[in-house]
Structures are given as structure tokens and as C-alpha cells.
């Protein structure tokens, strides 16, 4: 007999050995086949048993635990439109509004003093302004000259006037081409040849209309957004974009239905596992859902060259077709959740008085006493404790 070999115990036959654990109690961790061949990028939820751990040569069945549903991966970040890095804001050529009163009527000074020296002021005029008369010998072509160049330098200096509001700015073009802002308020002056668009740089606020849109389970909803805003780059909100203020509303309606169909409505998800992150966050968590939604209606609106300074939903509304279906399924929700507290209080209740008595010697540890004691017991807690709950 080769001195290497054993016999093996019990008589057991040679060709079916048996595995000797070479630590007492140990504990071998299987791996379901189908984990090692999961594709990790397609973003599928297991839900079948998983093997924990069993002991070998114990006849032990091995213990199977649920497998919990992962929270849903995030969505990649779809990157904002880009914005003209030619277009950015800058100050335009502008001056105090008295300097262009100044020389208008400086023009107009000269001129009227030329048209006097001439004699080509009417007699009422030169009464009136006390002037003596000078004979009127008629207008050469220097003398033209010069009252044509007086009356465009008066046109220029007076047509280039204009009063900017507070809160407002201008927008100037020159044949097409951006020329500048003007945030200066009051009376101005910038040259008439350009073009003046006036754009509205206050802090504002819009409130949405009811939009639709749907949660994660694709209930409808109806929801109301108000979003406080103002114009930050003037250049890019007038001519980056058609209108700003469409551009803002469009943008609020497609954010809200991208951060809206991430999370569900409320946290009667049959799938959410209690006490989980996935299952406490919902769309009545009004503060997640502000930030989420400010910072994607934030990043959209910067090539337009507006500042989001918050996006906060008002009103989240089921839409009018599922309101009453939603209603009685929290109203069933809701009976459910209480039916399962008072049945675990009254299994508690039940344990706690078979456990004293049993201690005290009342009654007898036989099972088929224990088993009638349970069962009269939970029947009267039960009873007296749904009835306290529903009245």
C-alpha cells in the first residue's frame, strides 16, 4: 500500500473523496456564473438571488440573499452649446450728453451769425433779436459751402443725442458690425450713424405656464417654474440668438424634462428598497430639484449670455388624466404602510407577553399550548389596535 495514499474514513469508496477543510469553520464564497459574464456598460439590474456563502461538508443549504437594485447611473452631461468667442461684450464710444448739446448748438450759432452777416436773415428775425440789418447782396458759393457744413455739423451733434434708462443698455451696430454697449444711463451721445439696440439688463423673473412633462415612471405631470434671470452679456443676448427670452423659456422646458424624468414623483416605487437613497429622493425634494435643474438651465443659457440665478419648480402637479388613478393608489399606499405597522407592533406585543409568561411559569413551554396562546393573542391586539388606528 503506497505509504501517501489514506484510506478513506467510513469505508467511503477511494474514487469519490472528499474535501478536508483545512481551517475548522471555513466558509467558501461562490460566484454565480452569470457575474462573470456582465457587461458593465449596459447599465442592466440584476435582480436574481445571489449566493452568500455556505459551509462545506456540513449539509448546510446554501444562503441566498436578495439582490438590492443599484441606483440609476447619472446621465452623461450633454455639453453646452458653444458659444462666438468674437462675440463678448465691450464698451462702446459714448460721451456726456451735454457735450453733443454743446456743439449742436455752437453749429447752430455760426450758422445764424453767418446767415445775419449776410443779410439773409429776415428784418422781423433781426428786430426781434435787436440785431442792426445788413443789405442783403446775395449767398456765394464759400459762403454755401460753409452753411452746408454747419448744417450737417449741427445734424450730427444733435441727432447722436438720446437718453439711456436705468436698467437699460444699448446695443450698437455700425453696418452689421458689433460697435459696443452703452450701460451709461442719463442723457448720451453716441454717433447717429449707428444702430441702438436697447436691451433690457435688470434683474427679472419669469413664471412659467403649466408645462408637461413626466417622472420616471412616465406619470404625467404639470409643472410651474419660476426662474430669476438677467442679461449678463449684452453683444451675445442681442445678437447671438434671435430672441433671449424665448431662447430662456425653451431651454427651462427642455431642462425641466430631462431633470423631471430622472427621479420618480414620490417614494411609492415598488422597486426602492426601504430606508435607500434611491427611494427618499424624489421630485418632492423641491431643493434637488432646484439646483439640478439652475445649473443645467445655467449652462444652456451662457451662450446666449444670460446669468440663471435660480430655476425653482412652484408647482409639481399630476396632469389631470392620472390625478385620480395616482390619488387611490397613495390611498392604498398609505393603508397598506399602516396595516404593516400595527401588524408589527401587535407581533411584538404578542412575543413580549408569551416570553413573560413563559418565564413566570404560567404557562406551560408545550407547543400546541404556545401556538393557541399566539394565535388568541394576536387576534385580540389586532383587533383592538386596527380599530383604535382607524377611528
Same mark, same amino acid.
Given at each position: 500500500m503506497n505509504p501517501t495514499t489514506s484510506e478513506p474514513e467510513g469505508g467511503a469508496p477511494p474514487d469519490s473523496p472528499r474535501h478536508t477543510p483545512v481551517i475548522a469553520q471555513e466558509v467558501t464564497t461562490e460566484i454565480p456564473v452569470h457575474l462573470l459574464f456582465r457587461d458593465d456598460d449596459t447599465h442592466q439590474i440584476d435582480l436574481r438571488p445571489a449566493v452568500v456563502a455556505r459551509r462545506q461538508g456540513t449539509g448546510e443549504q446554501p444562503k441566498v440573499a436578495a439582490r438590492r437594485p443599484a441606483p440609476p447611473r447619472p446621465s452623461p452631461q450633454r455639453p453646452a452649446p458653444p458659444a462666438d468667442p468674437d462675440l463678448a461684450e465691450r464698451a462702446a464710444p459714448a460721451l456726456p450728453g451735454w457735450t453733443g448739446a454743446v456743439a449742436g448748438a455752437c453749429s447752430l450759432a455760426g450758422i445764424g451769425a453767418l446767415l445775419w452777416g449776410t443779410g439773409a436773415l429776415p428784418g422781423r428775425v433781426t428786430a426781434l433779436l435787436g440785431l442792426t440789418p445788413y443789405p442783403y447782396h446775395g449767398i456765394g458759393i464759400g459762403v454755401s459751402c460753409v452753411l452746408a457744413l454747419g448744417v450737417l455739423l449741427a445734424l450730427f451733434a444733435l441727432g447722436g443725442l438720446g437718453r439711456v434708462h436705468v436698467g437699460h443698455a444699448w446695443v450698437l451696430t455700425l453696418f452689421g458690425d458689433y460697435g459696443g454697449t452703452v450701460r451709461r444711463t442719463g442723457l448720451v451721445w453716441v454717433s447717429p450713424l449707428v444702430r441702438r439696440r436697447p436691451v433690457d439688463v435688470r434683474l427679472r423673473h419669469w413664471r412659467s405656464h403649466p408645462m408637461p412633462a413626466a417622472d420616471a415612471d412616465g406619470t404625467a405631470l404639470s409643472v410651474v417654474v419660476l426662474v430669476v434671470w438677467r442679461v449678463e452679456d449684452t453683444a451675445r443676448a442681442a445678437l447671438g440668438v434671435g430672441d433671449h427670452e424665448a431662447y430662456l423659456s425653451e431651454q427651462v422646458e427642455a431642462a $425641466?424634462? /430631462?431633470?423631471?424624468? @430622472? #427621479?420618480?414623483?414620490? +417614494?411609492? /416605487? @415598488? *422597486? &426602492?428598497? &426601504?430606508?435607500?437613497?434611491? +427611494?427618499? #429622493?424624489? $421630485? /418632492?425634494?423641491?431643493?434637488?430639484? +432646484? *439646483?439640478? $435643474?439652475? /445649473?443645467?438651465?445655467?449652462?444652456?443659457?451662457?451662450?446666449? +449670455?444670460?446669468?440663471?440665478?435660480?430655476? @425653482?419648480p412652484t408647482a409639481i402637479e399630476y396632469a389631470p388624466e392620472v390625478a385620480a388613478a395616482i390619488q387611490r393608489r397613495q390611498v392604498v399606499a398609505i393603508d397598506a404602510k399602516n396595516r404593516d405597522a400595527v401588524l408589527t407592533s401587535v407581533v411584538d406585543a404578542v412575543d413580549d407577553t408569551v416570553n413573560r409568561l413563559t418565564a413566570r411559569g404560567l404557562i406551560e413551554p408545550d407547543d400546541y399550548e404556545r401556538k393557541a396562546l399566539v394565535r388568541d393573542l394576536t387576534v385580540a391586539f389586532y383587533t383592538g389596535r386596527s380599530g383604535a388606528a382607524e377611528g
Open positions: $425641466l424634462a /430631462r431633470v423631471l424624468s @430622472q #427621479l420618480p414623483s414620490d +417614494g411609492l /416605487r @415598488q *422597486d &426602492a428598497p &426601504a430606508g435607500s437613497a434611491v +427611494g427618499a #429622493l424624489t $421630485l /418632492r425634494n423641491a431643493e434637488a430639484v +432646484g *439646483d439640478a $435643474l439652475t /445649473r443645467m438651465v445655467a449652462a444652456e443659457c451662457v451662450p446666449a +449670455g444670460i446669468e440663471v440665478f435660480s430655476a @425653482q
